[in-house]
């Protein structure tokens, strides 16, 4: 029983797969939780790889149930969802009692209401030998609440916790023994970059400041300007600001947002060329003017200077200079004062600042093919005519523990996201005044300024005879940065591939920082680190090219800790890490917070690991543990002399199979109250033979009310059951309305929803709305429902269809068709449409009768006149004819047609 927990990055899916690899034996029987798709790929790709004669199997709702259970019996490991794991340990389906044990991926999650914790309460209850081993690299998220760790540790019945930071002796030990060859490259930000980052970082301060001031009930002990700057900002402001989200002014809010779009500048500054940000910081600029709608930061001299130096990195400071002397010398005309003076920029012939880390790039491309060069000149000859011979030796993918004669000389280049590779492979591929100049032609093309493509050729021609003239110039001292093998290929997945095999292929360039393919440069490859669809593709990457240089163009703590482990567990390969940072930046200090909080996570936990008390019984292998302990699931009942207590009965509620993708069935199970998983078309929840319910969410609520979904299952659930409910949950943490303050009206509206709900209640006055906070409460009020109730029957529930035509005994009064048609009829509603049915014997009998009859059975005048026009209108007659009471032959209903009560057998 025991819950290691790492660092992120130091391998913790490496330790998840030795895990695997040992139970992977059809002797024992072991389940894997909390998986994604994409991790059952990768463990099952690296256990296969290693020659694993049982790997494990994934188990998902395709697969049959008799089919799950003949898998069960085969032992093995066995990756499963958690629903279908759930409604098998509820129907038996699961050799409970011959489960080796269970093991949990990132147990950080498992909180008392998820699916997980429901599984492992389910499974200690039944299996009190068996292991339950969960992992987790993200110590961060155990630094939030009270004792977080130790009710996370109960909720998956471990005792034991293991803590393994980087600064652990044993972990440090293998990285001090291999460590790796790096190189820190610091580049400085360009004074226009500096300037705009100063700029930006005083208007965040301004908004943060204002919020506090406005705001002084909120805990803002965690709104900084440094936690800002980190990718977690947004999950700091979520928990503090939604819960009373409704209640915070239009300016609070304005401010959150405007905090939103300053981190996003602050991102593009460091990330991406001066064409992008500048034309970013112009769309934000524009729409904020258009609609007005700001808290004040754009009238600050910050976001002034902001735009000035943003504007400067693409047109220059002098030339920026020029244009506003002779704005204040020239008269403009009309035309051009409505255009506000966009045309200024689209005249101007501009001046691009390249990226500063595009250089330094290049420059460590050169000197890895530099060395790669030095190497083969001092090998053997007759070996490397032998390389040249097969340009495919070396490129070959390597699995487990094999081992190259002669290391790989791959080079991994990982940026931040899709964006950036694509950005440096066109760099790489065409050269930065080319990439620039492309850059700025779509810049003007997306502008749309009234000059755009007028000026657009004039523009471009300019900068093409710029480039020429400055490749012309320094054509022969820019002869030894032509030497790298590069030419770039989108490879399979994620992956940007430079290749030597495309340079022939490839289009010519005419730039001078462009580089040329030559046969025998090193195959490079693009990787990102966030935002690709595999999330072990780094891994993947890492252990089949097992590149001998990468290059770390954005910091990411997590794959610094990759290529250390990935070091260490290959000690006879060199490894060589370029560390590419702007000194001085928020890149700089993002990193370093993350370093630090980690450090803080540890030392928190370290911290509570000394002081926390686990109870003897936690793990569940006794009889006496509280975690395994259900309510009653019953209100206990009086005695009397006269006849005693009754006797204790098992309460039980059918539900749905989809509905054990919520919370709410683990929660009825905790109150002691037995779940019956079925597929059923009517309801959600069968609590009595008499209670449907039908549980819906706020956006649900909403989506159904609006297809008219809703309505059909009213209907079915009024039909079949007496007591149909719609059980209405919403998140406590979170604002909980049906619609905006401001668009409640007294005026009945199709298209408002609280209209429609009314409308729905109207019309079925039987259904029952239920609103629950959380699904805590929900589970509560399904236990005060059933008190004293009989219990429902899965049979008959299946019974129930939307198409059945036989009703219950209770309501087999009346046939369906007929009972429908009926209360669609003018003056006919839920209230009187059962003295229509019992007085008459069809449509026929019903459309013979005169005004002064209708008004009797109906009992009200006004309902019998507009029953009797439906009846008698003729359709050329005028529409404001008053109904005169004489029997008609009643064209409308020529045939008796189906009666409306049923004839008993």
């Given at each position: 029983m025991?819950?290691?927990k790492?660092?992120k990055?130091?391998?913790?899916?490496?330790?998840?797969g030795?895990?695997?690899?040992?139970?992977?034996?059809?002797?024992?029987?072991?389940?894997?939780?909390?998986?994604?798709p994409?991790?059952?790929?990768?463990?099952?790709?690296?256990i296969?790889?290693?020659?694993?004669?049982?790997?494990?199997?994934?188990?998902?709702?395709?697969?049959?149930?008799t089919?799950?259970?003949?898998?069960y019996l085969?032992?093995?490991?066995?990756?499963?969802?958690?629903?279908?794991?759930?409604?098998?340990?509820?129907?038996?389906?699961?050799?409970?009692?011959?489960?080796t044990?269970?093991?949990?991926?990132?147990?950080?999650?498992?909180?008392?209401?998820?699916?997980?914790?429901?599984?492992?309460r389910?499974y200690?209850?039944?299996?009190?030998t068996?292991?339950?081993?969960a992992?987790?690299?993200n110590?961060?998220?155990?630094?939030?609440?009270?004792?977080?760790?130790?009710?996370?540790?109960?909720?998956?019945?471990?005792?034991k916790?293991?803590?393994?930071?980087?600064?652990?002796?044993?972990v440090?030990?293998?990285?001090?023994?291999?460590?790796?060859?790096v190189?820190?490259?610091?580049q400085?930000?360009?004074?226009?970059?500096t300037?705009?980052?100063?700029?930006?970082?005083?208007?965040?301060?301004?908004?943060?400041?204002?919020?506090?001031?406005?705001?002084?009930?909120?805990?803002?002990?965690?709104?900084?300007?440094?936690n800002?700057?980190?990718?977690?900002?947004?999950?700091?402001?979520?928990?503090?600001?939604?819960?009373?989200?409704?209640?915070l002014?239009?300016?609070?809010?304005?401010?959150?947002?405007?905090?939103?779009?300053?981190?996003?500048?602050?991102?593009h500054l460091?990330?991406?060329?001066?064409?992008?940000?500048?034309?970013?910081?112009?769309?934000i600029r524009?729409?904020?003017?258009?609609?007005?709608?700001?808290s004040?930061?754009?009238?600050?001299?910050?976001?002034?200077?902001?735009f000035?130096?943003?504007?400067?990195?693409?047109?220059?400071?002098?030339?920026?200079?020029?244009?506003?002397?002779?704005?204040?010398?020239?008269?403009?005309?009309?035309?051009?004062?409505?255009?506000?003076?966009?045309s200024?920029?689209?005249?101007s012939?501009?001046?691009?600042?390249?990226?500063?880390?595009?250089?330094?790039?290049?420059?460590?491309?050169?000197?890895?093919?530099?060395?790669?060069?030095t190497?083969?000149?001092?090998?053997?000859?007759?070996?490397?005519?032998?390389e040249?011979?097969?340009p495919?030796k070396?490129?070959?993918?390597i699995?487990?523990?094999d081992?190259?004669?002669?290391?790989?000389?791959?080079v991994?280049?990982?940026?931040e996201?899709?964006?950036?590779?694509?950005?440096?492979?066109?760099?790489?591929?065409?050269?930065?005044?080319?990439?620039?100049?492309?850059?700025?032609?779509?810049?003007?093309?997306?502008?749309?300024?009234?000059?755009?493509?007028?000026?657009?050729?004039?523009?471009?021609?300019?900068?093409?005879?710029?480039?020429?003239?400055?490749?012309?110039?320094?054509?022969?001292?820019?002869?030894?940065s032509?030497?790298?093998?590069?030419?770039?290929r989108?490879?399979?997945?994620?992956d940007?591939?430079?290749?030597?095999?495309d340079?022939?292929?490839?289009?010519?360039?005419?730039?001078?920082?462009?580089?040329?393919?030559?046969v025998?440069?090193?195959?490079?490859?693009?990787?990102?680190?966030?935002?690709?669809?595999?999330?072990h593709?780094?891994?993947?990457?890492?252990?089949?090219?097992q590149?001998?240089?990468v290059?770390l163009?954005?910091?990411d703590?997590?794959l610094?800790?990759?290529?250390?482990?990935?070091?260490?567990?290959?000690?006879?390969?060199?490894?060589?890490v370029?560390?590419?940072?702007?000194?001085?930046?928020v890149?700089?200090?993002r990193?370093l917070?993350?370093?630090?909080?980690?450090?803080?996570?540890?030392e928190?936990?370290?911290?509570e690991?000394?002081?926390?008390?686990?109870p003897?019984?936690?793990?569940?292998?006794?009889?006496?543990?509280?975690?395994?302990?259900?309510?009653a699931g019953?209100?206990?009942?009086s005695?009397?002399?006269?006849?005693?207590?009754?006797?204790m009965?098992?309460?039980?509620?059918?539900?749905?199979?989809?509905?054990?993708?919520?919370?709410?069935?683990?929660?009825?199970?905790r109150r002691?109250?037995?779940?019956?998983?079925?597929?059923i078309e009517?309801?959600?929840?069968?609590?009595?033979?008499?209670?449907?319910v039908?549980?819906?969410?706020?956006?649900?609520?909403i989506?159904?009310l609006?297809?008219?979904?809703?309505?059909?299952?009213?209907?079915?659930m009024?039909?079949?059951?007496?007591?149909?409910?719609?059980?209405?949950?919403f998140?406590?943490?979170?604002?909980?309305?049906l619609?905006?303050?401001s668009?409640?009206?007294?005026?009945?509206?199709?298209?408002?929803?609280?209209?429609?709900?009314?409308?729905l209640?109207?019309?079925?006055?039987?259904?029952?709305?239920?609103?629950?906070?959380?699904?805590?409460?929900?589970?509560?009020?399904?236990?005060?429902?059933?008190?004293?109730?009989p219990?429902?029957s899965?049979?008959?529930?299946?019974?129930?269809t939307?198409?059945?035509?036989?009703a219950?005994?209770?309501?087999?009064k009346?046939?369906?068709?007929?009972?429908?048609?009926?209360?669609?009829?003018?003056?006919?509603?839920s209230?009187?449409?059962?003295?229509?049915?019992?007085?008459?014997?069809?449509?026929y009998?019903?459309?013979?009768?005169?005004?002064?009859?209708l008004?009797?059975?109906?009992g009200?005048?006004?309902?019998?006149q507009?029953?009797?026009g439906?009846?008698?209108?003729?359709?050329?007659?005028?529409?404001?004819?008053?109904?005169v009471e004489?029997k008609?032959?009643?064209?409308?209903?020529?045939?008796?047609?189906?009666?409306?009560?049923?004839k008993?057998?």
């Amino acid at each position: 029983m025991r819950k290691p927990k790492q660092g992120k990055g130091l391998g913790i899916s490496r330790l998840f797969g030795e895990f695997l690899k040992v139970y992977c034996d059809p002797a024992s029987l072991v389940l894997v939780l909390n998986t994604t798709p994409a991790d059952e790929a990768y463990f099952s790709d690296t256990i296969e790889k290693n020659g694993i004669d049982n790997p494990p199997k994934i188990v998902t709702n395709e697969i049959s149930a008799t089919e799950r259970q003949n898998t069960y019996l085969k032992g093995g490991v066995l990756f499963i969802t958690s629903r279908i794991f759930v409604v098998d340990l509820l129907t038996d389906r699961v050799p409970v009692e011959h489960v080796t044990g269970i093991l949990v991926y990132r147990a950080h999650k498992i909180i008392e209401s998820c699916q997980e914790a429901f599984i492992l309460r389910l499974y200690r209850q039944k299996n009190k030998t068996g292991f339950i081993k969960a992992f987790t690299d993200n110590p961060d998220a155990f630094t939030s609440g009270f004792s977080h760790v130790e009710r996370v540790m109960k909720n998956l019945f471990v005792k034991k916790l293991f803590l393994w930071p980087r600064f652990h002796a044993s972990v440090a030990l293998p990285f001090h023994k291999h460590k790796v060859d790096v190189i820190e490259v610091h580049q400085q930000m360009t004074p226009a970059m500096t300037a705009c980052q100063t700029s930006l970082l005083d208007l965040i301060n301004a908004c943060i400041n204002e919020l506090k001031r406005s705001n002084p009930s909120i805990d803002t002990d965690e709104i900084t300007v440094e936690n800002a700057l980190s990718k977690s900002f947004d999950l700091i402001i979520r928990l503090q600001l939604e819960p009373i989200w409704h209640q915070l002014s239009g300016r609070t809010r304005q401010l959150i947002s405007d905090l939103k779009t300053l981190r996003l500048i602050l991102r593009h500054l460091t990330q991406y060329d001066c064409i992008t940000f500048y034309s970013l910081v112009q769309s934000i600029r524009s729409s904020e003017k258009s609609f007005g709608q700001n808290s004040g930061w754009l009238f600050l001299d910050a976001a002034e200077s902001l735009f000035t130096h943003a504007k400067e990195r693409v047109y220059g400071c002098k030339k920026l200079q020029q244009k506003q002397a002779k704005k204040r010398k020239t008269e403009k005309s009309k035309e051009d004062d409505e255009e506000g003076g966009e045309s200024d920029d689209e005249d101007s012939t501009p001046s691009l600042e390249p990226c500063p880390k595009w250089e330094t790039l290049s420059e460590i491309l050169a000197e890895i093919s530099e060395e790669e060069e030095t190497c083969t000149e001092v090998e053997d000859p007759s070996s490397a005519n032998d390389e040249s011979n097969n340009p495919e030796k070396g490129n070959t993918n390597i699995n487990g523990e094999d081992v190259l004669l002669k290391p790989s000389n791959h080079v991994l280049i990982c940026a931040e996201d899709d964006r950036t590779c694509n950005q440096l492979r066109e760099y790489l591929c065409d050269g930065g005044e080319q990439l620039m100049s492309r850059l700025f032609q779509k810049y003007l093309f997306m502008k749309g300024g009234p000059k755009s493509q007028k000026a657009h050729a004039t523009i471009v021609a300019k900068v093409k005879e710029k480039s020429n003239s400055d490749s012309g110039k320094d054509k022969e001292t820019n002869l030894d940065s032509l030497t790298l093998t590069q030419m770039i290929r989108a490879s399979k997945g994620d992956d940007f591939s430079i290749n030597s095999s495309d340079a022939k292929t490839g289009q010519p360039t005419s730039s001078k920082d462009a580089y040329y393919g030559l046969v025998n440069s090193p195959l490079t490859i693009l990787h990102p680190l966030h935002g690709c669809s595999d999330p072990h593709g780094i891994a993947r990457v890492l252990d089949e090219m097992q590149p001998k240089y990468v290059i770390l163009y954005d910091a990411d703590m997590s794959l610094v800790r990759q290529l250390e482990v990935y070091r260490a567990t290959r000690p006879g390969k060199p490894l060589r890490v370029y560390f590419m940072m702007y000194k001085g930046s928020v890149e700089e200090q993002r990193y370093l917070t993350t370093l630090r909080k980690e450090k803080e996570a540890f030392e928190y936990l370290i911290r509570e690991k000394a002081t926390m008390f686990i109870p003897e019984e936690q793990d569940g292998k006794s009889d006496n543990d509280p975690g395994l302990a259900r309510d009653a699931g019953h209100k206990p009942t009086s005695s009397s002399r006269q006849g005693g207590a009754d006797l204790m009965q098992t309460q039980k509620i059918i539900v749905d199979m989809r509905e054990f993708r919520s919370e709410l069935p683990s929660l009825i199970h905790r109150r002691g109250i037995d779940i019956e998983p079925v597929t059923i078309e009517v309801g959600d929840y069968i609590l009595t033979p008499d209670i449907c319910v039908e549980r819906k969410s706020v956006s649900d609520l909403i989506g159904s009310l609006n297809s008219g979904r809703l309505y059909q299952q009213a209907l079915s659930m009024s039909r079949f059951y007496k007591r149909p409910m719609l059980l209405i949950e919403f998140d406590a943490n979170k604002p909980f309305s049906l619609q905006a303050k401001s668009s409640v009206s007294g005026d009945v509206s199709l298209q408002d929803v609280t209209s429609k709900l009314a409308m729905l209640t109207m019309h079925f006055p039987k259904l029952r709305l239920l609103w629950c906070p959380s699904p805590y409460a929900t589970a509560e009020i399904f236990e005060e429902l059933k008190v004293g109730k009989p219990q429902p029957s899965a049979e008959i529930a299946l019974t129930v269809t939307a198409t059945t035509s036989d009703a219950p005994d209770w309501n087999d009064k009346y046939n369906h068709g007929p009972q429908d048609f009926v209360l669609r009829m003018p003056g006919i509603n839920s209230k009187n449409f059962r003295n229509i049915l019992n007085k008459f014997t069809n449509l026929y009998e019903m459309s013979q009768v005169g005004l002064t009859k209708l008004t009797e059975v109906l009992g009200s005048s006004i309902h019998a006149q507009q029953l009797y026009g439906f009846l008698h209108k003729e359709s050329s007659s005028e529409t404001n004819t008053k109904p005169v009471e004489k029997k008609t032959k009643g064209k409308a209903f020529v045939g008796k047609g189906r009666g409306f009560k049923r004839k008993k057998n």
